[in-house]
C-alpha cells in the first residue's frame, strides 16, 4: 500500500512541537520569539515549494501502487526497476497539428510523457503556430515558462495581477528567449507569413494549464449568464452566443 508523503505539514507539526518546549520552559520572551519567527518563516519557505526537492536519485511514476511510495502525485517505481527508457522521449522533432481554430498545437513533455519527471520540477513543450496562429491568453498554475523561439516571429506578452494588469510585450525572432512567471496571464501570436516553432521549459513537473477563453465561456456546466455579463460588462445574450461555441484545447 502507498505511503502518503506531506513533507510540508510534517515540519509545520515539528516546529509546533519545537515552540511548545520553548514556552513550555520559559525562555526569555525575546529569544523565545525570535526563535519562533526564524522557524515559521523555514516552514513557510518550504510549505510554499510547488515541486519539492526529491529525496531520492530516481521516483519513476508509475500506475501500480503496490510496494510503492506515493510521492508528489505519483508512485514510485522501485529503484532497482528503473530503465534508461523511464527517463526518454522520443517526437519533440514532429510539427503538431495546427489545423485548427486557434491555429497552434502543443506537444507537451511531462511527467506523463516521461514519467522519471516525476518529484524533479521540470517539463517542456513543444509549440507549433499557423501564420498569424496563437497559443490563445492562459495560465500556468504551477509553473514559470521560459520560451525560445526555433522558428518564425512571434508576439508575446503577459499581463500581471490586480491592480495593475500591466502588460509586458516583446516581438521574438528566431533564437531569441522571454519568461513568462509562475501562475500569470501570457500569450503567443505569430505575426509572421510563415509557420512558427518554439520549445519551452517549465518548473514543474506537471505545470498544468488554464486557457482563459475556455475555462470561463467554455466551462462544464456553464457558469451562470447573469455572472459573466456583470463581469464582463457585455449583454446577456452574447455572453450565451459565446457559451455555445466550441472552445477549441490546442494542447
Given at each position: 500500500?502507498?505511503?502518503?508523503?506531506?513533507?510540508?505539514?510534517?515540519?509545520?507539526?515539528?516546529?509546533?512541537?519545537?515552540?511548545?518546549?520553548?514556552?513550555?520552559?520559559?525562555?526569555?520572551?525575546?529569544?523565545?520569539?525570535?526563535?519562533?519567527?526564524?522557524?515559521?518563516?523555514?516552514?513557510?519557505?518550504?510549505?510554499?515549494?510547488?515541486?519539492?526537492?526529491?529525496?531520492?536519485?530516481?521516483?519513476?511514476?508509475i500506475a501500480e501502487p503496490e510496494n510503492a511510495v506515493f510521492v508528489n502525485g505519483?508512485?514510485?517505481?522501485?529503484?532497482?526497476?528503473?530503465?534508461?527508457?523511464?527517463?526518454?522521449?522520443?517526437?519533440?522533432?514532429?510539427?503538431?497539428?495546427?489545423?485548427?481554430?486557434?491555429?497552434?498545437?502543443?506537444?507537451?513533455?511531462?511527467?506523463?510523457?516521461?514519467?522519471?519527471?516525476?518529484?524533479?520540477?521540470?517539463?517542456?513543450?513543444?509549440?507549433?503556430?499557423?501564420?498569424?496562429?496563437?497559443?490563445?491568453?492562459?495560465?500556468?498554475?504551477?509553473?514559470?515558462?521560459?520560451?525560445?523561439?526555433?522558428?518564425?516571429?512571434?508576439?508575446?506578452?503577459?499581463?500581471?495581477?490586480?491592480?495593475?494588469?500591466?502588460l509586458f510585450t516583446k516581438v521574438l525572432n528566431k533564437g531569441d528567449v522571454f519568461?513568462?512567471?509562475?501562475?500569470?496571464?501570457?500569450?503567443?501570436?505569430?505575426?509572421?507569413?510563415?509557420?512558427?516553432?518554439?520549445?519551452?521549459?517549465?518548473?514543474?513537473?506537471?505545470?498544468?494549464?488554464?486557457?482563459?477563453?475556455?475555462?470561463?465561456?467554455?466551462?462544464?456546466?456553464?457558469?451562470?449568464?447573469?455572472?459573466?455579463?456583470?463581469?464582463?460588462?457585455?449583454?446577456?445574450?452574447?455572453?450565451?452566443?459565446?457559451?455555445?461555441?466550441?472552445?477549441?484545447?490546442?494542447?
Open positions: 500500500m502507498g505511503i502518503a508523503v506531506e513533507e510540508p505539514f510534517v515540519i509545520q507539526d515539528l516546529v509546533k512541537r519545537i515552540v511548545k518546549i520553548i514556552r513550555d520552559n520559559t525562555l526569555a520572551k525575546g529569544v523565545s520569539f525570535l526563535v519562533t519567527v526564524a522557524l515559521m518563516a523555514l516552514v513557510s519557505s518550504l510549505a510554499s515549494a510547488f515541486d519539492p526537492s526529491p529525496l531520492q536519485d530516481t521516483c519513476v511514476a505519483k508512485f514510485c517505481k522501485n529503484p532497482n526497476l528503473t530503465k534508461a527508457e523511464d527517463f526518454f522521449y522520443s517526437g519533440l522533432d514532429k510539427p503538431g497539428n495546427i489545423s485548427n481554430p486557434v491555429g497552434s498545437a502543443v506537444t507537451p513533455v511531462n511527467v506523463e510523457q516521461i514519467p522519471g519527471l516525476n518529484t524533479l520540477g521540470i517539463s517542456a513543450v513543444r509549440i507549433d503556430y499557423a501564420p498569424y496562429g496563437q497559443n490563445p491568453p492562459h495560465t500556468h498554475p504551477r509553473a514559470t515558462e521560459i520560451l525560445t523561439v526555433l522558428e518564425g516571429t512571434l508576439l508575446v506578452g503577459f499581463v500581471t495581477s490586480n491592480p495593475e494588469n500591466r519568461v513568462f512567471p509562475i501562475g500569470l496571464i501570457h500569450f503567443q501570436f505569430n505575426i509572421g507569413h510563415t509557420n512558427a516553432v518554439a520549445i519551452a521549459g517549465l518548473s514543474s513537473q506537471n505545470p498544468g494549464v488554464i486557457t482563459i477563453a475556455n475555462a470561463v465561456f467554455g466551462s462544464d456546466p456553464a457558469i451562470d449568464p447573469d455572472v459573466l455579463s456583470r463581469a464582463f460588462q457585455l449583454d446577456k445574450n452574447v455572453v450565451k452566443n459565446l457559451q455555445s461555441r466550441f472552445w477549441y484545447d490546442n494542447n
